[in-house]
């Protein structure tokens, strides 16, 4: 008998005595395997500063200690051979997007950022950087920390590989790549300049919980899965390493990646129906065939009979973008049933009933109410207002209070913008770009980009590439048509958000969609103020936002040193700001006056230019620190009037109930 399935098998009930498959026993070559014309060919095709793409390369059994770190890869001066395109698993030079059970997955995912430390120093320039995004960490991840990570080391290695994939693809939108490189996808290149430097962690395979990755966290690219050890298949949706006990070794799964496409819906959200890896159909001979218990799927099987957990990742399309799959870590499940039935081309597919195990915090099914919400198939819960902007914002926002009794925040008036701005006086040859349609990122003819030091801020999405002194925006005054992208900030919001009423923090603001690390998220609204009205305490600091504070120092930026370039060519991430800036939302605003403050937040400023009636204007806009999962509370950095460590500060300072772990008590 042929090992897998027989396709007579296949009772009409469309279950299968499993008793009548022939088991394949686990193999030692189910570590990646190259073909024989590469095998020969190994050491010719890589230079010996320069390892294989070995990301997921990692044997069943424990693992050695990582080499030494090597040289810097020359991913500009010196482009890969098109023999060096990353393989997967076994070889397979396709897509490492491809193969969710089998199948290619959303491969036009193109294009994650530090906790703030406390406010210490009032020179701006000479402030030092947090340890957690310390250039000394930069490719000096410990042995250790490769094998075991926690929060902070896998927060690290996910921001740079986003930090690096966002530099890489605004050089690729520039063409300032090499356009002969055979690797065009930008997450493919930053996750070869990872590996090559061993900046990754977590790379001990293990059964269960993973080190420093909490349940809900996402992921926009299988990659930073396999970085932080999640899963470590860059195309298989099957994650499995063998296990030896005192009669044998065999195969368990480790963690599965449901894809959605042929995974049934169960009606419980705590339970998934996962179907097998394999075609069933032989598209050369044209004929039906059957799975094979083999490789992953055997893993499977082990997995049902040992009752191990499994980790489990739902693959679930953007709301945004259809085209585009967003992963969310749901936890741990046990393979509670396992069985056979027909496939849609006849052959016989393997099924696996996961159930997720009890006391663990709600995730996926999260996503699937905010879903419901979102269709007006469900009602949601404490809702008091279907949209606080009465109509200012094209996006409704809803006004949510499930923890009390409180009607609402008190009253103010919805606005967009800021009320009688101050212009600022900037020397500048003229008040607007002489481009056609839109701008084009490379376009050095464009005065806009030349008033960003060259390169286009943002790439594709509005995703702003780097934290900038000012970022120049294209605006009113410039010939370029209103769908510029270069005017992210001049659309309004951009993801449905949710005014809430916080257990312990008054009202806070969230999001019902996901939200990409360096996405716009809102401008901060409200009355331009001047200080003398601040100072006299004519308005309330709760709802004031003033530039001139002292504000945590943090690096977001990608480390220059990993792509070869020039440190001295890197914009500072130290803002320069024509004259303060400050803005009370207390009568007038939006929904930033909603944020609160953390020490540990996910929202960071920017402030932006642009010219409007032949004068430049400053705005405050807030992105994304890192990748922010629906239901979430957006929160920021209030500064702080004076130093943290002065005892000369102004008495007044505010208790901090963020619930971090680096909380410092109080803020302002």
């Known amino acids: 008998m042929e090992e897998g399935l027989c396709q007579d098998s296949v009772h009409g009930s469309g279950l299968v005595d499993k008793t009548r498959i022939v088991e394949v026993k686990p193999l030692r070559s189910l570590a990646p395997m190259l073909p024989k014309s590469l095998q020969s060919s190994l050491s010719r095709r890589y230079p010996s500063r320069f390892s294989p793409f070995v ?18 890869i020359r991913s500009f001066r010196k482009p890969l051979d098109e023999e060096e395109i990353p393989h997967g698993v076994n070889g397979d030079p396709s897509s490492p997007m491809d ?63 986003d930090s690096l994939r966002r530099r890489l693809c605004q050089l690729e939108d520039s063409k300032e790549l090499n356009t002969t490189m055979v690797i065009k996808r930008a997450d493919l290149r930053a996750s070869t300049v990872m590996t090559g430097k061993a900046f990754r962690t977590n790379m001990k395979k293990r059964v269960g919980a993973v080190p420093g990755i909490e349940i809900g966290d996402i992921f926009f690219l299988r990659m930073e899965m396999c970085l932080v050890g999640l899963h470590g298949q860059s195309m298989s949706g099957i994650d499995y390493m063998n296990i030896k006990d005192e009669f044998q070794e065999e195969p368990v799964a480790l963690s599965i990646v449901s894809s959605g496409v042929y995974d049934n819906d169960a009606e419980d959200d705590d339970v998934l129906i996962y179907s097998g890896q394999g075609e069933n159909f032989n598209k050369k001979d044209k004929h039906v065939i059957d799975q094979k218990l083999q490789r992953g799927n055997l893993a499977l099987d082990r997995s049902s009979h040992r009752h191990n957990e499994v980790r489990v990742i739902r693959g679930l399309k953007d709301a945004g973008n259809k085209n585009v799959k967003i992963y969310v870590y749901d936890g741990l499940y046990k393979i509670e049933d396992s069985w056979i039935e027909k496939g849609k081309s006849g052959g016989g597919v393997f099924k696996y009933k996961f159930v997720r195990l009890p006391g663990q915090p709600s995730a996926f099914a999260v996503w699937k109410s905010v879903q419901k919400w979102k269709t007006g198939s469900s009602s949601r819960p404490g809702l008091i207002l279907g949209d606080l902007s009465t109509g200012v914002e094209s996006i409704p926002v809803s006004l949510v209070n499930d923890v009390d009794s409180e009607k609402g925040p008190c009253f103010f008036t919805y606005t967009k913008s800021i009320i009688d701005p101050k212009p600022f006086s900037l020397v500048q040859s003229s008040y607007g770009c002489n481009c056609n349609k839109t701008c084009v990122p490379g376009d050095l003819s464009c005065s806009c980009i030349q008033r960003n030091e060259g390169d286009f801020p943002y790439i594709a999405n509005g995703v702003l590439v780097s934290r900038r002194p000012l970022v120049h925006e294209c605006g009113p005054m410039c010939k370029c048509f209103p769908n510029c992208k270069n005017r992210v900030t001049q659309t309004g919001l951009k993801h449905q958000m949710e005014v809430f009423k916080t257990k312990d923090r008054g009202w806070g603001l969230r999001s019902l969609d996901p939200i990409r690390a360096g996405t716009f998220i809102c401008d901060y609204a409200g009355e331009f103020i001047d200080r003398a009205k601040v100072n006299n305490g004519g308005y309330d600091d709760e709802y004031v936002f003033d530039t001139s504070r002292i504000y945590n120092p943090f690096k977001w930026n990608y480390d220059p040193s990993l792509l070869e370039e020039i440190s001295s060519n890197v914009s500072s991430e130290d803002y320069t700001i024509p004259s303060p800036l400050i803005i009370s939302s207390k009568n007038y605003g939006n929904v930033a006056r909603y944020m609160n403050h953390s020490c540990s937040p996910n929202v960071f400023w920017q402030p932006v230019l642009y010219a409007e009636n032949n004068q430049y204007f400053l705005h405050i806009a807030f992105f994304a620190l890192r990748h922010i999962p629906p239901m979430t509370e957006l929160t920021y950095d ?20 963020c619930g971090s772990t680096k909380c410092y008590g109080s803020f302002g």
């Not at 990692?58 to 040289?71: C, L, M």
């Not at 120093?121 to 075991?148: C, H, N, T, Y």
């Open 55 to 72: 990301l997921f390369e990692e044997p069943e059994e424990s693992q050695p200690s990582p080499a030494p770190i090597p040289a810097p």
């Open 99 to 161: 193969g969710l059970n089998g199948k290619s997955v959303d491969d036009n995912q193109r294009r994650i950022v530090q906790p703030m430390n406390s406010c210490k120093s009032s020179q701006k320039k000479s402030r030092k950087i947090p340890e957690f995004g310390s250039s000394s960490l930069i490719g000096g991840i410990s042995v250790a920390q490769r094998d075991d990570g926690d929060r902070k080391v896998v927060t690290l290695v996910l921001m740079t590989f």
């Open 638 to 657: 209030y500064g702080c009037s004076g130093h943290a460590d002065d005892s000369s500060a102004p008495q007044g300072r505010k208790k901090c109930l």
